[in-house]
C-alpha cells in the first residue's frame, strides 16, 4: 500500500496571521506532496518496505536496500518531518501538566527553553529543523539539516519547527527571527503533551 499525503486537519489559512494561507497550500500541497510521491516511487523497486511504517523505515535507514538509500533518506524524510510538523501546528493552546514541569526542570524555566530553542533554529546554517525530542526519558533540543530525522538516531521528536525558506519565506522573506518567533503563538501544546507521555511510556 502506498504512502498517502496527509490531510492538515485544518484549513490553510487557519493559523493566520502567523503562518499565511498561501503559504501553507504551497507548501502542504507543492512540497509535501513531492516528498510523498518520491518515497513511493523510490519504494517501488523494493515493494517490501511498503508493509512497514515510515517512522519504521527512517529509524532504520541502514536495512533499505542501497540502491534506494538515498532517495529514502531524503523523501521518507520529508515525507514523516512534515507529517508531524502539520500535527503540531494549533491555536489558543498551553503548555501545561508534565511537559510544562519538564521543559522548566530540563530547561530552567519556559523562556529559557524558547530562547534555546529560537536560538538554535536562527543558527541553523541552511535547510533543515529544529526539534524537541525524548532521548534516553530526558527533553533534547536537536537539529537536522535537510530532512533527517532525529529517528534515525534512535531520539523521539515531540516537536518541530521547519526552517526550510519554503516554509517561511513569502510572508517572512530573510527575516527567519519573525518567523520563529510566530511559530510560538501557533503550536499546539495539546498534540505536543500527548506525543510527550507516549514517548515517556
Given at each position: 500500500?502506498t504512502f498517502?499525503?496527509?490531510d492538515?486537519?485544518y ?9 499565511d ?6 507548501h ?14 523510490a ?6 518496505l511498503f ?11 541502514d ?22 510538523f ?9 503548555l ?5 514541569e ?24 541552511g535547510s533543515?529543523?529544529v ?6 526519558g530526558?527533553?533534547?533540543?536537536v ?59
Amino acid at each position: 500500500m502506498t504512502f498517502e499525503l496527509p490531510d492538515l486537519g485544518y484549513g490553510f489559512d487557519a493559523l493566520e496571521p502567523w503562518i499565511d494561507a498561501k503559504t501553507m497550500g504551497i507548501h502542504h500541497d507543492k512540497h509535501h506532496k513531492t516528498y510523498t510521491d518520491k518515497f513511493n516511487a523510490a519504494l517501488e523497486k523494493h515493494p517490501e518496505l511498503f508493509d512497514k511504517s515510515a517512522e519504521e523505515i527512517i529509524s532504520d535507514l541502514d536495512s533499505v536496500p542501497e540502491d534506494i538509500k538515498g532517495a529514502v533518506r531524503n523523501n521518507c524524510g520529508g515525507y514523516v518531518n512534515h507529517a508531524l510538523f502539520w500535527q503540531i501546528l494549533g491555536r489558543g493552546k498551553e503548555l501545561k501538566g508534565k511537559l510544562k514541569e519538564s521543559v522548566e526542570k530540563e530547561f530552567g524555566s519556559f523562556e529559557d527553553f524558547k530562547k534555546d530553542f529560537g536560538g538554535r533554529a536562527a543558527t541553523l546554517f541552511g535547510s533543515g529543523w529544529v526539534w524537541l525530542v525524548v532521548s534516553n526519558g530526558k527533553l533534547e533540543i536537536v537539529s537536522t539539516t535537510n530532512q533527517d530525522s532525529p529517528l534515525s538516531e534512535g531520539k523521539t521528536p515531540i516537536l518541530v519547527l521547519d526552517v526550510w525558506e519554503h516554509a517561511y519565506y513569502l510572508k517572512y522573506q530573510n527575516k527567519r527571527p519573525d518567523y520563529i518567533e510566530a511559530f510560538f503563538s501557533v503550536i499546539n501544546w495539546d498534540k505536543v503533551g500527548e506525543m510527550y507521555e507516549k514517548a515517556r511510556g
